[in-house]
């Protein structure tokens, strides 16, 4: 057949399924139409076929570890339940000991023969009635002195025989008896000259000349004589190198007089970084177990604080280049380049060291797994004092750990020397951070965060970024200008990133509503659940050596907190086994509850609604000047960011001035109702959350506390401004409190808010002010009715998504397993209901007390009025029916003349200003709906990064240790035994979590929750109680005490 190409030439994308690896990929080519001679038939064919890279998925790169699942999940659900052992036995009461509940009751009647040993110590002991040398029998005589030496052992010896006994050993601490007690001795005293370069032994060509030397052994300080060697065996090694070899660390290079070994170095570092333990209390301790009368000036020690000030820096900086792998550089240690010294974080990516080959290929949709999650924060406690003397000593590695390298920091920063300081502008008009200037405290600058950030950044290899900084709402504005001030080397292809900038979980309070929901981590893609406060912990850590490194120089204040952050991630590192296991289980559970929860949501909605609503998603996902699709589109009163600003403009028209002391009235009305919400999270957590009886309950409440106790100060010290006449009250109030009892908790803390005044003191005619400035009381019942009408809208919106699940519930659900998700659900939207309803009452409350019955549309909010219509019908039904079924006998029914529908009231709260009409109640279900879908995303999200980590881990651990061979063995051991924890399924891992070996309380508490500070912990008990019933029931019983 003859053919005639009438070739149709378009470039056509064209979908290809092909089973090569199960990949399906893209192809490009031209489409060919070819006919037939007589033009009655028609051929197709695909030319000039260029094919497009193929989507790969993270299971097709080429890895050992692609196709790894750890703690995998197969059969990880409910149902498991009913398969767990028998719990009785571990969650028990196990029997109690009177050594291990009190010992202390034990000892107490033996304190008299513990002493009474103790003083053995003092005189001779078994060798009372005929002292003599364990060696050599010589007996104590005029002739003959005996000696007893604590390291060697609890024996006498002869002058000769101890001299023989310690040529090698000249750091043993002796005593001598002199017939009534022990006397101090030191060897040097006794004649002892030490042999260097031999390690005691005799040298063939010792140096004549005796060299007098302290040596520093923890805990003694020693005063030695010794003889450097002169033979061949030390031709190569002069005097600081022979003291290097033989363990003693030189305090100076010229002609050393003190040493400290290396073992007092290595001890005294870990005192430091674990203990923060400074070098003045360390050397007073060790001049006091050497000699105590010294500190009386009675007796005379060498002063050696400065030696061993300089020593320990540089010991522990050598650790670190040790540490690096610095020291089998040919180039030498001054080759060492910018942050090569800091110990990195072994699960975060890092190109050529822990991220397969090919990952930049992997489909878009799974780049997430190979995103870095940056937190940022400035750390004013730990400020630096600007001193006109200072010495310039400069930090030992100048940019080779944690700090950026200080002369190109410099350098940037005199360009900036005006900028003003960086703010959420939006909190800022309001809040003003509630801080007078004098404390110090300071926001950040663009220059030095700008800097800071990006040289934190310099060598990431990165498609995906994310930034979690407090005031990132703010800096991530106009960020790509400014990277054009930085240096070259610094300045990062952020057109070529996926960048997204979001805001700490903890510090998100203090924004706005609007700046909350616009930034908030939750609604990030990619990001699981990080709380990005990661940081944090890392200040909480550094904080106790504020005080140790405020006055210290520049230098020696790099150096000793790099020392503590190297100690920080260390420890990190190596508890990433059980930190990781841990969070994965947590994250498999709640990953399952979302998942459940988000079905039965969308099962509510219509397949269009839902596919609108994801579309929204989407666009604001793609450009955050979209309308957010996580909140109300409408609302129909001012938002309380609204109100308050209009309260401060009023203020300042009326003052006609700047605020009292740079802070307004407003900004302390506001902090005042910011943390009576604070209070009541907490207080609400400690009495109904079973998310609190997780592992380290106790650390996370005693940080909330502690963040509020540092917000009440700041409120304390305006309170004193604007409020003169709360100072009375205060010390009323303390004077009524039981002197005996410990002080309040935070949350427990009376504020005295002009409300509370009001209520404290009523009088008649009343006080208008309450010891407040004029128009202070006015200004806080504006904002008291802001907080009413806001509560009121958001109660009506949860009650509208809630009726929105009961009603598909009701119509649509059947069966046990169903019905109790359901039920769960709408619990949890009833939970946020009595949030906001509590809200109300107390705002209503202050209101009250400050303008009595002003607003007739802000009535008094009872149980009952918090229910839409049909609520108290369904409810009120199955209370008749049981009551009717009560007390009957078989066949029972309820009474026919049960009452209906036809005389309940509508709550109030239907029909006050601003109630939502159906518009709204689509509005509210949307937002609930689009809430449930994050949830569900992020924790799904949370368990692919977790895994993923997992295998990051594994994978550094093999590349480090190609190193050396001390170094594979260390890490190999690591790596098999972190695959061997991530091996277990998700079933065993739970159960051994629920079913700790010694069942007790604090035992599992100590198992679970020994990472302090912990997201992942508050859900722990949570996620098992709703997966398995059964052991989660047990469990209660044994924490309630049962």
């Known amino acids: 057949m003859r053919r005639r190409a009438l070739r149709e030439r378009n470039q056509n994308l064209v979908d290809v399924d092909d089973d090569y690896d199960g990949a399906t990929f893209t192809v490009t080519g031209d489409r060919g139409i070819y006919l037939s001679f007589d033009g009655q038939h028609r051929?197709?064919?695909?030319?000039?076929?260029?094919?497009?890279?193929?989507?790969?998925?993270?299971?097709?790169?080429?890895?050992?570890?692609?196709?790894?699942?750890?703690?995998?999940?197969?059969?990880f659900d409910e149902h498991e339940?009913?398969?767990?052992p028998p719990q009785t036995t571990v969650l028990g009461k196990r029997k109690e000991y009177q050594s291990t509940k009190d010992p202390m009751s034990l000892w107490r009647p033996l304190m008299g023969e513990f002493l009474t040993e103790v003083l053995r110590h003092e005189g001779l002991g078994d060798d009372t009635a005929d002292p003599c040398c364990a060696h050599c029998r010589a007996k104590f005589s005029s002739h003959v002195r005996l000696f007893k030496c604590y390291e060697c052992g609890q024996f006498l010896q002869c002058l000769d025989c101890c001299l023989e006994n310690h040529k090698r050993t000249p750091l043993h601490v002796i005593q001598e008896w002199n017939r009534d007690y022990w006397v101090p001795r030191t060897l040097a005293q006794l004649g002892l000259v030490y042999q260097l370069g031999h390690g005691g032994f005799p040298c063939p060509l010792p140096?004549?000349?005796?060299?007098?030397?302290?040596?520093?052994?923890?805990?003694?300080?020693?005063?030695?004589?010794?003889?450097y060697c002169k033979c061949a065996k030390s031709d190569d090694a002069d005097n600081i190198e022979q003291l290097l070899r033989n363990g003693w660390y030189p305090a100076t290079v010229t002609d050393p007089g003190t040493c400290a070994t290396f073992r007092t170095l290595e001890t005294y570092r870990l005192y430091n970084v674990v203990g923060n333990f400074n070098v003045r209390d360390f050397m007073t301790s060790v001049e006091r177990v050497t000699d105590t009368s010294s500190s009386s000036g009675m007796t005379w020690l060498p002063d050696r604080y400065k030696q061993f000030n300089r020593v320990s820096r540089q010991w522990s900086f050598l650790m670190r280049l040790k540490r690096a792998g610095r020291g089998h550089d040919p180039r030498g240690v001054e080759h060492t380049a910018l942050g090569e010294c800091a110990v990195t974080c072994w699960a975060c990516p890092q190109d050529g060291r822990n991220l397969p080959e090919g990952w930049r290929e992997v489909d878009a949709k799974y780049q997430f797994l190979y995103m870095l999650i940056l937190a940022v924060d400035a750390n004013f406690r730990l400020r630096n004092r600007i001193r006109v003397n200072e010495i310039d000593d400069p930090s030992l590695g100048p940019g080779w750990g944690y700090f950026v390298e200080p002369g190109s920091y410099r350098e940037h920063l005199k360009n900036y020397v005006g900028e003003d300081e960086l703010f959420c502008k939006k909190t800022l008009e309001i809040l003003q951070d509630y801080a007078f200037p004098e404390w110090g405290v300071k926001g950040e600058r663009y220059a030095n965060m700008d800097f800071i950030v990006m040289a934190a950044l310099a060598g990431f290899s990165l498609l995906w970024l994310t930034i979690s900084y407090d005031i990132g709402c703010q800096w991530k504005l106009k960020i790509e200008q400014r990277m054009d001030q930085l240096p070259a080397a610094m300045q990062l292809p952020l057109k070529d990133i996926n960048v997204q900038y979001g805001l700490p979980v903890w510090h998100a309070a203090s924004h706005n509503e609007d700046c909350q929901n616009q930034n908030s981590l939750s609604f990030r893609p990619g990001v699981g659940r990080s709380d990005g406060e990661g940081v944090e912990?890392?200040?909480?850590?550094?904080?106790?050596?504020?005080?140790?490194?405020?006055?210290?120089?520049?230098?020696?204040?790099?150096?000793?907190?790099?020392?503590?952050?190297?100690?920080?991630?260390?420890?990190?590192?190596?508890?990433?086994?059980e930190s990781l296991q841990r969070k994965l289980i947590v994250a498999i559970a709640e990953r399952d509850r979302q998942v459940a929860a988000f079905k039965d949501v969308s099962k509510t909605v219509e397949k269009e609604v839902r596919a609108d609503w994801r579309k929204r998603i989407k666009e604001w996902e793609a450009d955050g000047t979209k309308p957010n699709p996580f909140t109300l589109s409408r609302h129909d009163c001012p938002t309380e960011t609204q109100v308050r600003l209009q309260v401060r403009q009023d203020e300042q028209a009326l003052s006609g001035t700047a605020p009292l002391h740079g802070r307004s009235a407003t900004a302390?009305?506001?902090?005042?109702?910011?943390?009576?919400?604070?209070?009541?999270?907490?207080?609400?957590?400690?009495?109904?959350?079973?998310?609190?009886?997780?592992?380290?309950?106790?650390?996370?409440?005693?940080?909330?506390?502690?963040?509020l106790l540092v917000k009440i100060n700041k409120f304390r010290a305006l309170q004193r401004i604007y409020m003169p006449g709360a100072g009375a009250a205060l010390e009323a109030h303390e004077a009524s409190r039981d002197s005996d009892a410990p002080p309040p908790h935070a949350e427990m803390v009376k504020l005295f808010m002009p409300s509370e005044m009001a209520q404290l003191h009523p009088r008649n005619p009343p006080d208008p002010l309450h010891g407040c400035i004029p128009g202070l009381p006015e200004m806080e019942a504006k904002l008291r009715v802001a907080q009413c009408e806001n509560s009121l809208a958001s109660l009506r919106a949860r009650l509208h998504a809630k009726r929105h699940l009961i009603s598909f519930r009701n119509a649509n659900i059947t069966g046990q397993v169903p019905s109790t998700r359901a039920r769960t659900l709408i619990g949890e939207v009833g939970e946020r209901v009595d949030s906001h309803a509590n809200r109300y009452r107390r705002g209503r409350v202050a209101l009250m007390a400050l303008k009595g019955d002003t607003y007739p549309h802000l009535r008094e909010l009872k149980p009952e009025d918090v229910q839409l219509d049909g609520d108290a019908e369904e409810s009120d039904s199955a209370a008749r029916k049981k009551l009717a079924m009560l007390g009957s006998g078989r066949g029972a029914r309820a009474p026919r003349n049960a009452p209906g529908t036809s005389k309940r009231v509508m709550s109030w709260i239907w029909t006050a200003p601003g109630a939502l009409d159906e518009e709204m109640m689509h509005e509210s279900v949307r937002v609930e709906w689009s809430r449930s879908l994050a949830r569900k995303t992020r924790w799904c999200e949370e368990v692919m990064l977790l895994r993923e980590e997992m295998r990051r881990v594994l994978r550094y651990l093999a590349w480090q240790a190609a190193w050396v061979a001390r170094s594979r063995s260390v890490h190999d051991r690591l790596a098999e035994f972190f695959r061997e924890k991530w091996n277990v399924p998700a079933v065993t891992v739970a159960?051994?979590?629920?079913?700790?070996?010694?069942?007790?309380?604090?035992?599992?508490?100590?198992?679970?929750g020994n990472v302090p500070f912990d997201f992942y912990d508050y859900y722990f008990i949570q996620q098992f109680s709703l997966l398995w019933d059964s052991a989660a029931t047990q469990l209660e019983e044994f924490l309630s005490g049962n």
Request: net charge negative; hydrophobic share 40%; charged share 25%.
């Open 668 to 707: 302390f009305l506001v902090a005042g109702i910011q943390i009576e919400d604070s209070q009541r999270r907490i207080i609400t957590q400690l009495k109904g959350s079973a998310a609190l009886v997780a592992a380290d309950r106790e650390n996370k409440i005693q940080e909330w506390r502690h963040s």
């Open 81 to 84: 339940a009913e398969n767990l």
């Open 991 to 1008: 159960r051994q979590l629920l079913t700790d070996d010694s069942g007790d309380r604090s035992a599992i508490f100590f198992r679970i």
């Open 537 to 577: 912990r890392t200040w909480g850590v550094l904080n106790p050596a504020a005080y140790s490194t405020k006055d210290a120089g520049i230098g020696v204040r790099a150096d000793g907190l790099e020392g503590k952050i190297d100690n920080h991630n260390f420890l990190k590192n190596i508890g990433q086994g």
């Open 43 to 75: 051929q197709e064919e695909l030319l000039n076929v260029a094919h497009k890279k193929r989507r790969l998925e993270p299971t097709q790169l080429d890895d050992q570890l692609a196709h790894w699942i750890p703690i995998p999940d197969d059969n």
């Open 207 to 227: 140096d004549p000349v005796q060299h007098k030397l302290v040596v520093i052994e923890e805990p003694i300080i020693h005063q030695l004589q010794i003889h």
